[in-house]
């Protein structure tokens, strides 16, 4: 989960690295009273988790606390990316003598945390990182012996940083490293990291990370930082299908039948589970399918469950059939997810033989989900039909159908 | 032969009262020969039995019970418990732990793996199915009950290694039905972090004799796919590689990237298109298709027999 610039500055000023004396707000007269506070020229930057804020006009340089209040003004009002600001941060602008990067990331295959130090900060870290190797210091640390200091000098002094500057940063890669772990952080970096003209060192932005898995432990730190448990801080917001996806799933613990994402073709899925899911949008994609939607069912679900799941995408606008898949399942119930799909049918007035283009389930208690299978006449496909070869079947039983999609309209 | 496990693998299962643990049970002591399970583990319910297993409140107790060293534990406890659970079956001389339970923090993963490393100790997941011997063993759900498992797994020579669960058993089906078969098959995991990667498991495979090739299942995001490629290259394996991979279609969907700082650290390696090239510079085939796995497999096998010959 992403955090905005203002609480992640809030997160590394809890961990005693020093910030300026910044304001957060959603109001351009707030802004005004903020800036006559810090009593110079200030920066004002848009409050939204997207890149490219810069470029897009969301930071503003104000002399004047009136020039502050137009400015927050207008970037309270400007859309970046498809997103709308959240509020802004007025930061004291800073007289800055050189600026650092300070990071803190996972390494999958050592399998421990680095820490990652530049004493060429502003820019990204992954062109420093290509151009100058010999300025950036890395330094892996331990999960379970105690963190110390000696690890972060040795990153910093990596890149030749030396005298009192070494002295004054050590603490501060020393608690980002520490935050990073009690916060369950999967990225924290602070960038720039600033040397200012009499010497002391201030964090002038940070961009935090946590790992969504951690935030029922976490809680207390979301808390103070006014983050619900409802803010999933999803790249993008969801959907009315996607929500309604997910209130099937809520009505009983049983199974899953969620992550619904929607598309706009023509062929609704109800595909499972995890890599059997990716496996079959990949395979209806290639046999010419335009897939309605990517969306999951697994475990051992409900009848209700299926049936709901199935029914919701059946009901989506442009959806003309529905393909039922998975792989070989063991601890899902063959049997119950085909009474479920056929129920759906059913209940929505519609010939499941006619609206299931091919149900390839093959597993636990087939014999009996085959049964019902003949009776409604719904054509299936038992493990000897692969994946692959179910897709180009669906894909094949819809061709027949009146309602097409523009193929150059795309996905 | 086989990796990890054989038929005199003892082994526990932490968690064992849960309603998933009892069915996982039965499906293991029904497979094969029947699983050497030598004791559950779920505190406060000492004295109970799940399907003839003596429970326990503690792993200590359980060794205590045994008389002698336990081989492995199957750990299925909620995820806020997980690594004392696991850090508790180390510490009592589990070698091979299997870690069923999903959604577990990384942070927690990474000092489990840690701790495993300092002892000696291998951990196979988490988020994993675990491991099975096809008509000797299974450790963990993979295959579902009994008589499905014997279906989709008969014995052979090809290692299966695998990201996706459900995915072990589709391919390894499809394996199975060209007459292949299966040596050893793993359910590794797909999370950001794992305790065994297609590179740690590999050197087990190639001093199998039972394995001719390795096929394995895998997905965009991380980098084990790269460390695969480089380990293959830098050994000069014996062992004919073929992968698959799903989820093609993420790369064209945003949300995939890691971020600078974590690109410096991962490499550029982490989308569908970037793994394939690069399993492809060390000469593993990725099919485009499950079904076309056995034939590629098979040629490969052929070929390195006759360059041998």
New interface residues.
């Given amino acids: 989960m992403r955090f905005f610039e203002y609480e992640a500055r809030e997160v590394v000023k809890r961990a005693g690295i020093p910030v300026t004396d910044y304001g957060f707000t959603t109001d351009a007269g707030e802004a005004k009273a903020i800036a006559e506070r810090i009593g110079g020229p200030v920066v004002i930057k848009s409050q939204v988790l997207t890149g490219g804020r810069m470029k897009a006009g969301g930071v503003k340089f104000a002399d004047t606390p009136e020039q502050a209040e137009r400015d927050a003004a207008d970037v309270l009002a400007l859309e970046i990316n498809g997103h709308m600001p959240r509020g802004v941060l007025v930061d004291p602008k800073a007289s800055v003598k050189q600026e650092y990067y300070a ?1 803190v ?5 050592r ?4 820490m ?1 130090f530049s004493d060429m900060g502003g820019i ?3 062109e420093v ?1 290509e151009q100058h190797p010999d300025h ?1 210091g ?1 330094r892996h640390f ?3 012996l105690p963190l110390s200091e000696f690890q972060a000098k040795q990153c910093i002094a990596q890149t030749g940083v030396t005298g009192s500057r070494l002295n004054k940063l050590v603490p501060i890669l020393t608690r980002l490293a520490r935050l990073f ?1 009690d916060y ?1 952080m ?2 924290a ?1 602070i960038n720039p990291l600033a040397e200012m003209e009499d010497g002391s060192f201030v964090a002038l932005d940070a ?1 935090m ?1 946590m ?1 969504n ?2 935030r ?2 976490q809680k207390a730190l979301l808390k103070d930082l006014g983050v619900g448990d409802e803010e999933t801080r999803q ?2 917001e969801a959907t009315e299908f996607e929500l309604a996806g997910e209130a099937v799933d809520a009505q009983d613990h049983r199974g899953v039948a969620g992550n619904v994402t929607e598309f706009d073709g023509n062929l609704g899925l109800v595909i ?5 899911s ?2 079959l ?3 209806v ?2 046999a010419g399918g335009q897939p309605a939607n990517y969306c999951e069912i ?1 475990g051992n679900p409900s009848v209700a469950k299926a049936c709901g799941l199935a029914k919701l995408v059946l009901s989506k606008p442009g959806v003309d059939k529905i393909a039922v898949m ?6 899902t119930r063959v049997d119950i997810v085909a009474r479920g799909v056929i129920k759906a049918c059913l209940e929505l007035g519609y010939d499941p033989a006619e609206k299931i283009t091919i149900f390839r389930i093959p ?2 208690w087939e014999e009996e989900g085959f049964k019902i299978l003949d009776k409604y006449g719904v054509k299936y496909a038992d ?2 039909v ?4 179910a897709s180009r079947l669906a894909v094949e039983a819809l061709a027949g159908t009146t309602h097409t999609n523009d193929p150059a309209s795309g ?1 | 032969m086989s990796i990890l496990v054989d038929a005199d693998t003892t082994f526990i299962v932490q968690g064992i009262t849960g309603r998933e643990a009892v ?1 996982l049970t039965r499906e293991c002591l029904d497979y094969g020969a029947g699983a050497k399970i030598v004791g559950g583990v779920t505190p406060g319910r000492k004295g109970r039995e799940v399907h003839g297993v003596p429970v326990f409140d503690t792993v200590a107790q359980a060794v205590e019970h045994h008389g002698t060293p336990i081989k492995g534990s199957v750990v299925t406890v909620p ?2 418990f997980t690594k004392d659970a696991v850090f508790e079956a180390i510490e009592n001389g589990i070698e091979l732990v299997v870690i069923v339970t999903e ?5 927690d ?3 489990m ?3 495993a490393t ?1 002892r000696g100790a291998r951990i196979i997941g988490p988020n994993c199915l675990g491991i099975i011997v096809p008509d000797v063993i299974k450790m963990g ?5 009994a008589k ?2 014997a ?2 797994y008969k014995p052979g020579a090809i290692g299966v290694i ?6 072990t ?2 391919m390894s ?2 394996l199975s ?1 060209a007459g292949l078969g299966i040596s050893t098959a793993v359910s590794i995991g ?1 999370d ?2 794992i305790g065994s ?1 297609y590179a740690e498991l590999m050197p087990l495979f190639e001093a199998d004799d039972q394995t001719q090739g390795i096929v394995i ?1 895998t ?1 965009p995001g ?3 796919e790269a ?1 695969l490629a480089r380990w293959v290259t830098e050994n000069d394996s014996r062992l004919p590689v073929v992968a ?1 991979m ?5 790369d ?1 969907m ?2 995939m990237s890691f ?8 490499g550029k390696e982490d989308t569908a298109t970037e793994k394939i090239a690069r399993l492809a510079e060390a000469g593993i085939t990725v099919a ?4 076309q796995i056995p034939e590629i497999i098979k040629g490969k096998i052929e070929e390195r027999q006759g360059a041998a010959a």
């Fill in positions: 990071g990331v996972w390494d999958g295959t399998k421990q945390p680095v990652l990204d870290i992954e990182a950036v890395r331990s999960n379970i772990v369950d999967t990225l970096e961009h990370d790992e898995e951690a029922p432990r790249a993008r499972g589970a995890g890599g059997g990716l496996t949008f990949d395979a994609r290639n697994g998975m792989s070989i399942v063991s601890n597993g636990a493990r000897s692969s994946l692959h070869e996905q | 069915n995820p806020a959604r577990i923090p990384r942070a993963v990474a000092e793996v840690e701790l300092l759900g993979i295959g579902g009950p499905d498992a279906k989709s695998s990201r996706s669960g459900g995915m058993t589709e089906s499809t039905a797909g950001a972090i990667t299942y997905e991380g980098r084990m460390e698959f799903a989820g093609r279609f993420m064209e945003p949300g971020g600078h700082a974590g690109t410096i650290v991962e485009e298709e499950i079904s």
